[in-house]
C-alpha cells in the first residue's frame, strides 16, 4: 500500500552483524574446569579461586548488558515500524478527506449549475 500512496519506507538503522568467528580447539575447552579447581579446593591458592568468581561475575554482568541493550533495539526497530504505519494511515485519511472535499465541491456546482 505505501506505493499506491508514493511513500518511501524509512531506512532501517545499522544492526551489528553476528560473525562466526573461527576459533581453534585448543581454545574452546577451558584448561581447568570449575569442577576440577572445586575437588582439588585445598590445593587452590586462594588467590586464583577469587579470580575465577571476580571473572564469572564480570561474565554474569556482560550477559545481562548485553541482553538489555538487544533488547533495546529491537523495540527501537518496532517503535520505527509503528511509527510509519501511523504515517501511512494519515496519508490515507488525507487523500480521503481531499477526495470528499472535491467531489462535494463538484457535486454542489453541478446542483447549482443545473437548479
Known sequence: MPWLLFMRKPQKRYKPKEY???V???YKQPRET????????EKLPVKK???LLILERILDDVKIINSISKNEF???IEAREWQYMGIVFDRIALY???SFVVI???AL???AAVG
Open 20 to 22: 562466526a568467528l573461527e
Open 24 to 26: 581453534p580447539e585448543k
Open 34 to 41: 570449575l569442577r576440577d579447581l572445586l575437588i582439588n579446593r
Open 49 to 51: 579461586l577469587v579470580q
Open 74 to 76: 529491537e523495540d527501537e
Open 96 to 98: 480521503v478527506c481531499a
Open 104 to 106: 462535494s465541491t463538484i
Open 109 to 111: 456546482f453541478l446542483s
